[in-house]
């Protein structure tokens, strides 16, 4: 009877033993099954977010592209259409007109007081040219350097541009004027400082110009009765 009671409590542990290894398995399966779902949900979110990285990125690029693009359209269609105005003069002249004959030459071209501006409507001869053309920009000095000025004259450049308009503002072309202005405030005015002279103590105005014509500054005579 001994015997026989010891030889069924050794298969009951046996079965205990198998089922606790078999529970352990499906532990251990469950686990990995759940750790690759989890890397996988993680792939497809990584790969979910590159996706709208890249579509935003190429949305904004051609954005950017068609702004840059209008923009350059709209900066080259700013330009005089010599067609746009007179036009409706224009169809009832012909070649011959008296008009035409009358058009300045482009020899020479200058820009006087005197020049009167033409009325709507009238033949004028016009060229196709920039916006920005006919401007002209004055710096004191160059990118890099100091602008001195005085607490009483004012600064060098207005001080150098006041005497040479005063010398020669009815005599002189205004850019030779601006020339002599140059040579003014490098030459003549001193540009030291305490630590003495450096490589950005000295000034020299810069110009910008866009003219298309000559400019003078010669008034109107008066008739004195």
């Not at 996706?51 to 350059?72: E, G, T």
Request: hydrophobic share 45%; aromatic share 8%; net charge positive.
């Amino acid at each position: 009877m001994i015997k026989y009671k010891s030889g069924n409590s050794s298969r009951s542990s046996r079965r205990i033993f198998v089922v606790i290894l078999v529970a352990a398995v499906v532990v251990v399966v469950v686990v990995a099954v759940l750790v690759v779902v989890v890397v996988v949900v993680l792939v497809v979110v990584v790969v979910v977010v590159v996706v709208v990285v890249v579509v935003v990125a190429v949305v904004v690029v051609v954005v950017v592209v068609v702004v840059v693009v209008a923009c350059q359209g709209r900066r080259n269609s700013r330009y005089l259409d010599p067609h746009s105005l007179g036009r409706a003069a224009s169809r009832s002249s012909s070649p011959g007109s008296p008009s035409s004959s009358t058009r300045r030459s482009p020899v020479s071209p200058s820009f006087n007081a005197d020049d009167e501006m033409p009325e709507p409507g009238s033949h004028v001869h016009m060229r196709r040219i920039p916006v920005e053309a006919d401007c002209l920009f004055c710096y004191s000095t160059v990118p890099g350097a100091y602008s001195w000025r005085n607490n009483q004259e004012g600064s060098w450049f207005i001080q150098a541009l006041c005497i040479v308009l005063e010398n020669y503002g009815s005599k002189m072309e205004l850019m030779h004027m601006l020339t002599h202005v140059n040579r003014i405030v490098a030459y003549e005015f001193a540009s030291c400082t305490e630590k003495g002279f450096g490589e950005h103590t000295k000034q020299l105005p810069c110009t910008a110009s866009m003219l298309t014509r000559y400019v003078y500054f010669r008034p109107k005579k008066q008739d004195i009765r």
